[in-house]
């Protein structure tokens, strides 16, 4: 589960289940998250899980989920999500590290199996997508599925933020 430290203020994973290079590319991620978005406060949300490497957390009313490494089509790409509270979202932004070439990244949120908003796109020619967002009832399963990557190559390192 991300911390807040409270010597930077950044937040960290420190799980000695995840290995190593997981666990550095997330704490990267939440630190470029950070300066995203400014400040961010601590919260208590679910930290990444098992499998595929993906993490999710959650910052207050801000919930990020993040995909480390080359992308590929999948359904499930990050950790499921449930929030204990109802949560308007004005925004949603997407995020990569290295852009794809050859097609545009496309993901989709998915609350209690079906899809959630206006699916998010990022052309070869950018690494950054921003929509209006909308509310998420409590305790509903939220899923990110990627349903396009670049052909000649798929782009690296997703993050999407609800804020």
Same mark, same amino acid.
């Given at each position: 589960? +991300?911390?807040?430290?409270? !010597?930077?203020?950044?937040? !960290?994973?420190?799980? +000695?289940?995840?290995?190593?290079?997981?666990? #550095?590319?997330?704490?990267?991620?939440?630190?470029?998250?950070?300066?995203?978005? @400014?400040?961010?406060?601590?919260?208590?949300? +679910?930290?990444?899980? +098992?499998? @595929?490497?993906?993490?999710?957390?959650?910052?207050? #009313?801000?919930? /990020?989920?993040?995909? *480390? @490494?080359?992308?590929?089509? !999948?359904?499930?790409?990050? *950790?499921?999500?449930?929030? *204990?509270?109802?949560?308007?979202?004005?925004?949603?932004?997407? &995020?990569?590290?290295?852009?794809?070439?050859?097609?545009?990244? #496309? /993901?989709?949120?998915? /609350?209690?199996?079906?899809?959630?908003?206006?699916?998010?796109?990022?052309?070869?020619?950018?690494?950054?997508?921003?929509?209006?967002?909308?509310? =998420?009832?409590?305790?509903?399963? =939220?899923?990110?599925?990627?349903?396009? /990557?670049?052909?000649?190559?798929?782009?690296?390192? &997703?993050?999407? &933020? &609800?804020?």
């Amino acid at each position: 589960m +991300p911390v807040n430290t409270s !010597e930077t203020g950044s937040l !960290e994973i420190n799980d +000695p289940n995840l290995p190593p290079s997981v666990q #550095t590319k997330l704490n990267d991620r939440l630190r470029r998250i950070g300066r995203f978005i @400014g400040t961010v406060s601590s919260g208590s949300g +679910p930290g990444p899980g +098992p499998g @595929g490497g993906g993490g999710s957390a959650s910052f207050g #009313t801000q919930l /990020v989920f993040t995909v *480390p @490494g080359t992308l590929a089509i !999948e359904s499930g790409a990050a *950790p499921l999500l449930m929030l *204990p509270s109802s949560v308007q979202f004005s925004q949603a932004v997407l &995020l990569l590290n290295q852009a794809p070439q050859g097609g545009a990244v #496309t /993901v989709q949120l998915y /609350v209690n199996g079906a899809a959630w908003g206006t699916a998010l796109s990022i052309s070869a020619t950018s690494q950054t997508v921003s929509l209006s967002a909308g509310a =998420i009832a409590a305790n509903q399963s =939220i899923r990110l599925d990627i349903t396009n /990557v670049g052909l000649a190559f798929p782009g690296m390192d &997703l993050t999407l &933020l &609800l804020r």
